[in-house]
């Protein structure tokens, strides 16, 4: 069973920056798309950046400029670089794989930016 493993969520203040990894294991296959997803408490879970295995990336509105997601293949691992951010950008991350014909979702991790 392919498992996504995130990392690197914490506590920081409010214009500062932080970066998110994860890792897909358990399977030899490169995903053909990786994603981060936030859910923030009583809100619906939001696309936020999604990344294609060619390198093509799209990012919600309220984080371009903002955010950058990127890959490395060869390891298997997906970031999302945060700057600039923000209270409302409070939420539990999650990571996303596209892995033959399934999605697959990471556990999340908790980013928590005061004001």
């Known amino acids: 069973q392919v498992q996504l493993v995130e990392s690197g969520g914490g506590l920081v203040q409010a214009g500062r920056s932080l970066r998110v990894s994860c890792v897909a294991s358990r399977t030899p296959l490169i995903p053909s798309k990786w994603g981060w997803y936030r859910q923030a408490p009583a809100k619906q879970r939001e696309l936020v950046a999604e990344?294609?295995?060619?390198?093509?990336?799209n990012y919600a509105e309220s984080v371009k400029g903002r955010f950058t997601i990127s890959r490395d293949s060869a390891k298997k691992t997906v970031f999302l670089q945060m700057d600039s951010l923000e209270p409302g950008d409070t939420a539990v991350y999650y990571c996303?794989?596209?892995?033959?014909?399934?999605?697959?979702w990471g556990q999340g991790t908790q980013v928590t930016v005061s004001s």
């Open positions: 996303t794989a596209s892995i033959g014909a399934r999605d697959y």
């Open positions: 990344i294609s295995r060619g390198g093509t990336a």
